[in-house]
């Protein structure tokens, strides 16, 4: 907010500057660490207002630093002041609006984010979440906003998070309890921050509260804000994920079209893992599977492949240990992947002790935010299903998640060692559902005892 020469009269540090006056050259050196000038803040006039005699009062006067600060001083101060270090000369020009993506759909999902970032550069307004996965641009094109304020004489910060914190902690003493508090407050009211790698630094208490001080308070101010991320999930520092999501200030861009930023996994079964199952390597012949039990497994490979290509309802693979089904739906989320959809990928087992312990351990909300993920995901695959020993806690929850996708009819697949009457009756009956529901049964033995390995 514009100052007002009389308020700054009666403060020693901030005194009015006139023309000619002796003190112009030393006000002007302090502002050139300081992101705004601490006369005007960078409204670039004034307005007289000392003596209510003064033939000016009430004029608008040029401030000292449109009169002293040329545009380079000025250029000069912001990049100081930025933090940018070797990202300093980033810019949207430099950037590969391909994103070094294959397919054409892939490569204009990545234009279109980039150009959504570029306008949030001459419009910084709310927060905007850049996820991806590493090497996809996030940090360059978090780097070439603060490049586009400097180039239009604004200010932004620039600050890795690890390196941040260690920044903070250094001066965390009682000697150091000015500077500490300086930047912490720089943090707080930069006009637009950067928080770069957000998740890449093992949080202890302390230092995940002081960040929370500082995203709580730019929450709560509506301070333009960018983060950069792998990816938004539970994973990422749990109490600042519900501000991330918050759609009354914040926008999510996505950068990682086409890799595996695009998903989620829950248990044994990660990305690398998941990347191993394809529909290539699903041979049926290599396992030298003869009559009905290789009929049945190239049946399952074609539906499949199928359902891959359009995901409608739901496909439950029944089946003993080592027949195909977790392969098939590995290979499934692969293909999805590719084409810009979002899946997430979760061991029955392990999803169900994850939620309890997201609800114990953590708060209620953070539950919210994964279960609601599980809910909205555009494919979602549950496997191992029946495996679990839970609680009648967790068991309602599965049920909770299994009947919402149900009324939604959002593309599922559910793998079980069970036999449907085997499974609590509620979520069996809406596997069954053949409105919804495609149920195959593989009958090959498990590749395991005997026979070829299939993958």
């Known amino acids: 907010m514009m100052k007002q020469i009389g308020e700054i009269m009666n403060q020693p540090i901030r005194t009015a500057i006139s023309i000619g006056d002796n003190s112009s050259t030393n006000k002007l050196d302090e502002m050139e660490d300081r992101a705004v000038c601490i006369i005007c803040s960078d409204a670039r006039f004034v307005r007289v207002t000392k003596d209510l005699a003064d033939p000016k009062f009430g004029k608008v006067e040029p401030c000292v630093c449109s009169l002293y ?8 101060r912001l990049e100081r002041y930025s933090q940018l270090g070797p990202l300093k000369n980033r810019s949207f020009e430099d950037i590969d ?19 959504l970032i570029e306008h949030f550069a001459e419009y910084p307004v709310g927060w905007l979440v850049i996820t991806g996965a590493h090497g996809v641009g996030k940090s ?12 239009n004489g604004e200010p932004g ?3 890795n998070v690890a390196d941040f914190l260690d920044e903070l902690r250094s001066t965390y003493d009682d000697e150091n309890e000015t500077q500490y508090n300086d930047i912490i407050e ?3 009211e930069a006009p637009l921050l950067v928080l770069d790698d957000l998740g890449s630094y093992s949080f202890t208490n302390w230092a995940e509260e002081k960040l929370m001080q500082i995203v709580t308070h730019r929450f ?8 950069t991320c792998r990816e938004v999930t539970i994973d990422t520092e749990s109490r600042i994920m519900t501000k991330l999501l918050d759609p009354g200030i914040s926008q999510v861009v996505n950068l990682g079209i086409g890799s595996t930023s695009l998903l989620t996994t829950t248990g044994a079964m990660e990305s690398n893992e998941i990347k191993q199952f394809q529909f290539d390597n699903f041979d049926p012949k290599a396992r030298g599977l003869k009559g ?12 499949a492949m199928h359902w891959s290509k359009k995901p409608e309802g739901w496909l439950v693979f029944l089946g003993g240990n080592g027949c195909g089904k977790t392969h098939l739906a590995a290979a499934i989320t692969g293909y999805r992947i590719l084409q810009g959809e979002d899946v997430a990928f979760a061991n029955v087992p392990d999803l169900l002790d994850d939620f309890r312990a997201t609800f114990n351990n953590f708060s209620s909300n953070n539950f919210e935010v994964k279960f609601r993920k599980m809910k909205e995901v555009s494919l979602l695959v549950l496997d191992d299903m029946g495996a679990q020993n839970s609680s009648s806690w967790a068991e309602e929850k599965l049920y909770q998640l299994v009947n919402y996708r149900h009324l939604k009819k959002s593309p599922t697949i559910i793998t079980t060692n069970c036999k449907l009457g085997d499974i609590q009756p509620r979520i069996a009956s809406r596997l069954a559902d053949i409105q919804i529901s495609t149920v195959y049964e593989i009958t090959a033995p498990d ?6 390995k299939i993958i």
């Open 292 to 303: 009905e039990h290789r009929k049945n497994l190239e049946g399952v490979l074609q539906l």
């Open 69 to 76: 600060e040329n545009d380079q001083t000025r250029k000069n």
């Open 220 to 227: 709560d101010a509506k301070n333009a804000t960018i983060f």
């Open 157 to 159: 910060l620039f600050a």
């Open 186 to 188: 720089k943090y707080k």
């Open 97 to 115: 609006i391909t994103g070094r993506l294959i397919q054409p759909s892939d490569q204009g999902r990545y234009r279109e984010a980039v150009e």
């Open 447 to 452: 590749y395991r005892i005997g026979g070829t």
């Open 140 to 151: 360059h094109l978090a780097a070439a906003v603060v490049t586009r304020l400097i180039e």
